[in-house]
């Protein structure tokens, strides 16, 4: 039987095209997850004392956000959760840093919680853009601290890329939703469909602020190559964090998280004493 190439090439293409469309078309159910609530529903917390605020971004878009507040606060952590539900869920994760003596801000992208609009990539920029200026009205950045966790932190390493924050910590980071894209599909040209750029690696490149990453050892759906990548962007700058046997979503059920946590905040009050490595064995040659 004779192969008739030009078809087969034709084939591939017209069924990369067809993928490549339902991407473009359907993403917003790809990449978020939301879960809405009612005007009226009421945030509560055990051992967390909240506050619920909002602010209206651009006409007809209003941004829902809480304030977690500590005794004696040492700065705000400005928390950006991942892709799924609302704040009413992800708010529990305040404490890990309201015990620390931090208040937390925590907002629900478009869609999601009580926040309206639509969800665009440039829209979901600004409104987060827009949360931080609030916050940096009250509070000097150099008492700002960046978290991003799964999605999230895409959006963290852009506000930390265009701002002055103090610190900026990646949990579960991903690449960028290209690579994403490409996990599951190699062979799709996902650049010419993603319509959410979110280029963690590019962001990176501008941080200023010292970078801590966390990331499981057994995550499936972002693998730990992932965070190592990360982690050579800016290899004098960052610092690397691997829960063993953590997945994606269950780093926090981890003790070693929270021991990290511990290190990482310490070393914000104290920074780390800077190294004279002539007085070291950096530059010893070992052949024997």
Request: hydrophobic share 40%; with cysteine.
């Amino acid at each position: 039987m004779k192969i008739d190439l030009y078809n087969i090439a034709v084939i591939i293409i017209l069924v990369t095209l067809f993928l490549g469309l339902i991407i473009y078309f359907f993403q917003q159910k790809f990449f978020f997850h939301p879960e809405k609530l009612p005007p009226d529903f009421k945030f509560a917390y055990d051992q967390l004392t909240v506050e619920e605020l909002e602010a209206e971004t651009e006409p007809g878009v209003k941004i829902s956000y809480l304030h977690f507040k500590s005794e004696n606060t040492k700065g705000i952590v400005f928390y950006l959760k991942g892709n799924t539900k609302s704040i009413k869920g992800w708010g529990k994760f305040a404490i890990d840093f309201t015990r620390l003596n931090y208040d937390v801000i925590m907002l629900d992208y478009r869609g999601f919680g009580k926040s309206t609009g639509k969800r665009t990539s440039d829209g979901l920029k600004y409104d987060i853009q827009f949360v931080y200026n609030l916050v940096k009205q009250q509070v000097p950045e150099e008492r700002i601290i960046v978290y991003g966790r799964s999605i999230g932190t895409g959006f963290a390493s852009m506000l930390a890329a265009n701002n002055n924050p103090r610190l900026l910590i990646l949990n579960s980071p991903i690449y960028s939703l290209e690579r994403a894209v490409n996990r599951y599909l190699p062979w799709i040209p996902a650049k010419y469909f993603v319509r959410f750029n979110l280029p963690t690696y590019k962001y990176l490149r501008k941080v200023h602020c010292p970078i801590k990453i966390i990331h499981g050892s057994d995550d499936r759906l972002v693998p730990v190559k992932t965070a190592i990548e990360l982690s050579e962007i800016q290899p004098e700058n960052t610092r690397l964090y691997i829960i063993l046997k953590a997945g994606h979503v269950d780093v926090h059920k981890f003790k070693e998280y929270h021991k990290v946590l511990d290190e990482i905040f310490e070393d914000v009050e104290e920074p780390e004493r800077e190294i004279n490595y002539q007085h070291t064995s950096l530059n010893i040659n070992h052949r024997n």
